[in-house]
Protein backbone atom coordinates (compact mmCIF):
# COMPACT_ATOMS: atom_id res chain seq x y z
CA UNK A 1 0.00 0.00 0.00
CA UNK A 2 0.93 3.68 -0.64
CA UNK A 3 -0.14 6.91 0.49
CA UNK A 4 -0.83 9.14 -2.31
CA UNK A 5 1.01 12.32 -1.97
CA UNK A 6 2.18 11.91 1.87
CA UNK A 7 4.31 14.30 2.35
CA UNK A 8 2.13 17.13 0.72
CA UNK A 9 -1.24 16.21 2.63
CA UNK A 10 -0.53 15.36 6.11
CA UNK A 11 -2.60 18.12 8.43
CA UNK A 12 -1.04 20.37 10.29
CA UNK A 13 -3.99 20.55 13.00
CA UNK A 14 -3.80 17.03 13.52
CA UNK A 15 -0.45 16.81 13.61
CA UNK A 16 0.22 19.31 16.32
CA UNK A 17 -2.65 17.93 18.23
CA UNK A 18 -1.01 14.76 19.09
CA UNK A 19 2.53 15.96 19.33
CA UNK A 20 0.63 18.71 22.43
CA UNK A 21 -0.57 15.41 24.00
CA UNK A 22 2.63 13.70 24.15
CA UNK A 23 4.88 16.37 25.15
CA UNK A 24 4.43 18.39 28.71
CA UNK A 25 7.26 20.63 27.72
CA UNK A 26 5.25 23.73 25.46
CA UNK A 27 8.11 24.82 24.40
CA UNK A 28 9.31 21.88 22.14
CA UNK A 29 5.23 21.93 20.92
CA UNK A 30 6.41 25.50 20.08
CA UNK A 31 9.21 24.64 18.02
CA UNK A 32 7.94 22.28 16.14
CA UNK A 33 5.26 24.20 15.39
CA UNK A 34 7.90 26.98 13.80
CA UNK A 35 9.49 23.74 11.62
CA UNK A 36 5.96 22.05 10.74
CA UNK A 37 4.46 25.52 9.77
CA UNK A 38 7.40 26.36 7.36
CA UNK A 39 5.74 24.84 4.44
CA UNK A 40 2.92 27.20 5.00
CA UNK A 41 5.46 30.25 3.71
CA UNK A 42 4.61 31.84 -0.06
CA UNK A 43 8.30 32.00 -0.80
CA UNK A 44 8.15 27.60 -0.73
CA UNK A 45 5.61 27.20 -4.06
CA UNK A 46 7.24 30.39 -5.76
CA UNK A 47 10.91 28.59 -5.37
CA UNK A 48 9.34 25.12 -6.33
CA UNK A 49 8.23 27.23 -9.96
CA UNK A 50 11.56 28.78 -9.70
CA UNK A 51 13.33 25.53 -9.99
CA UNK A 52 10.74 23.73 -12.19
CA UNK A 53 11.01 26.66 -14.73
CA UNK A 54 15.23 26.76 -14.64
CA UNK A 55 14.96 22.86 -15.22
CA UNK A 56 12.53 23.06 -18.41
CA UNK A 57 14.99 25.59 -20.08
CA UNK A 58 17.39 22.30 -19.79
CA UNK A 59 17.61 20.17 -22.75
CA UNK A 60 15.70 16.99 -21.24
CA UNK A 61 12.79 14.38 -22.82
CA UNK A 62 9.51 14.83 -22.67
CA UNK A 63 8.59 12.94 -20.23
CA UNK A 64 11.13 13.89 -18.38
CA UNK A 65 9.79 17.20 -18.43
CA UNK A 66 6.52 16.18 -17.64
CA UNK A 67 6.80 14.83 -14.32
CA UNK A 68 8.63 17.88 -13.54
CA UNK A 69 5.28 19.79 -14.13
CA UNK A 70 3.39 16.88 -12.18
CA UNK A 71 5.30 18.28 -9.26
CA UNK A 72 2.79 19.21 -5.98
CA UNK A 73 2.30 22.45 -4.73
CA UNK A 74 2.16 23.16 -1.09
CA UNK A 75 -1.69 23.64 0.28
CA UNK A 76 -2.11 25.91 3.21
CA UNK A 77 -1.62 23.70 6.12
CA UNK A 78 -0.76 20.70 4.68
CA UNK A 79 2.46 19.01 4.51
CA UNK A 80 5.70 19.05 5.60
CA UNK A 81 9.20 20.12 4.00
CA UNK A 82 10.99 17.09 1.64
CA UNK A 83 14.52 16.92 2.93
CA UNK A 84 14.06 17.95 6.49
CA UNK A 85 14.86 15.05 9.51
CA UNK A 86 12.55 16.63 11.45
CA UNK A 87 9.90 15.80 8.61
CA UNK A 88 11.07 11.53 8.35
CA UNK A 89 10.35 11.65 11.76
CA UNK A 90 7.25 13.45 11.77
CA UNK A 91 6.05 11.31 8.63
CA UNK A 92 6.53 8.25 10.44
CA UNK A 93 4.65 9.37 13.62
CA UNK A 94 1.83 10.69 11.87
CA UNK A 95 0.72 7.07 11.15
CA UNK A 96 1.49 5.78 14.36
CA UNK A 97 -2.46 5.09 15.13
CA UNK A 98 -2.89 3.22 11.74
CA UNK A 99 0.71 1.48 12.80
CA UNK A 100 -1.41 0.34 16.16
CA UNK A 101 -4.44 -0.33 14.01
CA UNK A 102 -2.97 -3.18 11.95
CA UNK A 103 -0.83 -4.92 14.37
CA UNK A 104 -3.15 -4.66 17.32
CA UNK A 105 -6.85 -4.32 15.79
CA UNK A 106 -6.47 -6.40 12.59
CA UNK A 107 -3.49 -8.55 13.76
CA UNK A 108 -1.53 -8.32 11.30
CA UNK A 109 1.57 -9.90 12.39
CA UNK A 110 3.11 -9.83 9.42
CA UNK A 111 3.29 -5.76 8.39
CA UNK A 112 6.24 -2.77 7.36
CA UNK A 113 5.63 0.39 6.84
CA UNK A 114 8.71 3.00 5.61
CA UNK A 115 7.40 6.00 5.32
CA UNK A 116 4.50 6.05 2.74
CA UNK A 117 4.91 2.84 1.93
CA UNK A 118 3.87 -0.04 3.73
CA UNK A 119 3.40 -4.41 3.13
CA UNK A 120 0.94 -6.72 4.76
CA UNK A 121 1.73 -10.46 4.27
CA UNK A 122 -1.22 -13.28 4.88
CA UNK A 123 -2.36 -16.30 3.31
CA UNK A 124 -5.90 -15.41 3.04
CA UNK A 125 -6.94 -13.02 0.01
CA UNK A 126 -10.61 -12.10 1.36
CA UNK A 127 -8.72 -11.15 4.62
CA UNK A 128 -6.52 -8.98 2.85
CA UNK A 129 -8.80 -7.16 0.87
CA UNK A 130 -11.02 -6.47 4.26
CA UNK A 131 -7.87 -5.00 6.03
CA UNK A 132 -7.43 -2.88 3.19
CA UNK A 133 -11.16 -1.41 3.39
CA UNK A 134 -10.68 -0.45 7.06
CA UNK A 135 -7.47 0.82 6.61
CA UNK A 136 -8.77 3.02 3.54
CA UNK A 137 -11.95 4.19 6.01
CA UNK A 138 -9.29 4.94 8.42
CA UNK A 139 -7.02 7.01 6.33
CA UNK A 140 -10.11 9.38 6.03
CA UNK A 141 -9.72 10.20 9.93
CA UNK A 142 -6.18 11.39 8.95
CA UNK A 143 -7.14 13.34 5.78
CA UNK A 144 -5.30 10.24 3.93
CA UNK A 145 -6.31 8.02 1.21
CA UNK A 146 -4.32 5.12 -0.57
CA UNK A 147 -2.96 5.90 -4.04
CA UNK A 148 -3.64 3.59 -7.22
CA UNK A 149 -0.44 1.47 -6.57
CA UNK A 150 -1.93 -0.04 -3.37
CA UNK A 151 -2.60 -3.71 -4.69
CA UNK A 152 -3.16 -7.40 -3.68
CA UNK A 153 0.00 -9.56 -4.82
CA UNK A 154 0.89 -13.20 -5.03
CA UNK A 155 4.73 -13.43 -3.68
CA UNK A 156 4.99 -15.39 -6.85
CA UNK A 157 4.19 -12.87 -8.81
CA UNK A 158 5.96 -10.24 -7.14
CA UNK A 159 5.51 -7.18 -5.73
CA UNK A 160 7.08 -2.87 -5.81
CA UNK A 161 8.58 -1.43 -2.11
CA UNK A 162 11.29 1.24 -1.47
CA UNK A 163 12.25 1.05 -5.34
CA UNK A 164 13.16 -3.01 -4.76
CA UNK A 165 10.56 -5.67 -6.54
CA UNK A 166 10.87 -8.37 -4.51
CA UNK A 167 9.89 -12.38 -6.03
CA UNK A 168 9.32 -15.38 -4.37
CA UNK A 169 10.54 -18.11 -7.14
CA UNK A 170 10.93 -22.11 -5.57
CA UNK A 171 11.00 -20.54 -2.48
CA UNK A 172 13.80 -18.50 -2.79
CA UNK A 173 14.11 -14.62 -2.57
CA UNK A 174 14.68 -12.64 -5.60
CA UNK A 175 15.36 -8.88 -5.20
CA UNK A 176 15.79 -6.67 -8.20
CA UNK A 177 15.50 -3.08 -8.93
CA UNK A 178 12.57 -1.75 -9.89
CA UNK A 179 12.43 0.06 -13.68
CA UNK A 180 11.16 3.39 -13.02
CA UNK A 181 14.05 3.16 -10.74
CA UNK A 182 16.38 2.26 -13.19
CA UNK A 183 14.84 4.97 -15.39
CA UNK A 184 15.78 7.87 -12.54
CA UNK A 185 19.14 6.80 -11.81
CA UNK A 186 20.25 6.48 -15.11
CA UNK A 187 18.99 10.12 -15.46
CA UNK A 188 20.36 11.72 -12.79
CA UNK A 189 24.09 10.49 -13.76
CA UNK A 190 23.49 11.59 -16.79
CA UNK A 191 22.00 15.12 -16.15
CA UNK A 192 25.05 15.13 -13.09
CA UNK A 193 27.99 14.24 -15.84
CA UNK A 194 26.83 17.14 -18.09
CA UNK A 195 25.51 19.77 -14.92
CA UNK A 196 27.37 19.25 -11.84
CA UNK A 197 30.32 16.78 -11.85
CA UNK A 198 31.38 17.07 -7.99
CA UNK A 199 28.31 16.18 -6.75
CA UNK A 200 28.25 13.19 -9.42
CA UNK A 201 30.69 10.67 -7.32
CA UNK A 202 28.89 11.28 -4.01
CA UNK A 203 25.34 10.30 -5.92
CA UNK A 204 27.48 7.74 -6.93
CA UNK A 205 28.09 6.29 -3.99
CA UNK A 206 24.45 6.37 -2.68
CA UNK A 207 23.29 4.82 -5.93
CA UNK A 208 26.39 1.69 -5.68
CA UNK A 209 24.81 1.64 -1.77
CA UNK A 210 20.89 0.71 -2.86
CA UNK A 211 21.67 -1.51 -5.54
CA UNK A 212 24.37 -3.86 -3.71
CA UNK A 213 21.33 -5.28 -2.10
CA UNK A 214 19.65 -6.56 -5.00
CA UNK A 215 20.34 -9.38 -7.23
CA UNK A 216 20.74 -6.88 -10.29
CA UNK A 217 23.78 -6.21 -13.08
CA UNK A 218 23.07 -2.77 -13.44
CA UNK A 219 26.10 -1.54 -10.81
CA UNK A 220 27.75 -2.30 -14.18
CA UNK A 221 25.93 1.09 -15.63
CA UNK A 222 27.23 3.61 -12.68
Known amino acids: MSIKKYFYNIDHDI ?3 RLDKIYKDKRIVSLLKDIIYSS ?18 KDLSIKHKNELKKVP ?4 HKGLAIGNVTSQILVIFYLNRIDHLIKEKLGCKYYIRYMDDGVIFDYDKERLKYIESVIEKELVKEKLELNKKTNIYKLSSGFTFIGYRFILNNN ?8 KVKTRIKRKIEYLKVYDKDKLVRVKASYYGYMKRASTNYLQYI
Open 15 to 17: LIE
Open 172 to 179: KLVIRINN
Open 40 to 57: NMEYVNRKIDSIINRELK
Open 73 to 76: RYNY
